[in-house]
C-alpha cells in the first residue's frame, strides 16, 4: 500500500479503511488510538466541529460523530499517518502532483469535475464523484523543496458530511 492508493481509495469511495463519515468517535478512536483534540475541546469537551488529529490525518467531530474526513500534505516534506491508514510505514513522502492524483483516479474510473468554490489564482481544486471528496491543490510555498515550483501539489483531501 502506498500513500497514492490511500488517497485514490479515499478520493474514489469516500472511506480510508474502516473510517467513514457518521461513525462515532469512540469507534474511530478504537481503530486509531486516543487522537490529538484540538485544544477548544479540551476546554468544552462537548464543543462541536472541531477536530481530532493523528498527525496527517484529521476527523472533524459534530455530536460524537465523524463528520470530516481529511489528509493534508505539504509538498517537499513527509506526512506521518496511522497504521490502519499506511500500514508498515513510519511517515510517507507527501508530494503529490495535480496530474499524478489526476491519473490515479483516471486509472479507477473515478469521475472528478472542477471546484469552482476552491478553484482561483494558484489554487486549483477538484471534486470527485459520486463519493464527494475534494482535494486542494497549490503552486508550492518558498520553504517547500520540490521539483517544479510552477506545478501545483496536492495540499489536502478532505470529505465533510453537510
Known sequence: ?????????FARSGRIGPLHC?????QA??????????????????IDGYSHAWNGLELSITQRL?????????????????????????????TVLREDLIAGLDAVDCRHDINDRL????QS???????????????????DHVPHRERLYLGAIHKHTV
Open 66 to 94: 465523524v463528520s470530516g474526513i481529511s489528509i493534508s500534505l505539504r509538498p517537499g516534506s513527509t506526512t506521518k499517518l496511522p497504521p490502519l491508514v499506511l500500514p508498515d510505514s513510519e511517515s510517507y513522502p507527501s
Open 29 to 46: 478512536e478504537d481503530l486509531l488510538g486516543p487522537g490529538r483534540p484540538h485544544p477548544a475541546i479540551r476546554m468544552r469537551p462537548d
Open 119 to 122: 478553484t482561483f489564482g494558484q
Open 22 to 26: 457518521g461513525m462515532p468517535l469512540t
Open 1 to 9: 500500500m502506498t500513500l497514492m492508493n490511500v488517497l485514490v481509495d
Open 125 to 143: 481544486s477538484i471534486l470527485t464523484q459520486p463519493a464527494n471528496v475534494c482535494a486542494v491543490f497549490f503552486t508550492p510555498g518558498r520553504d
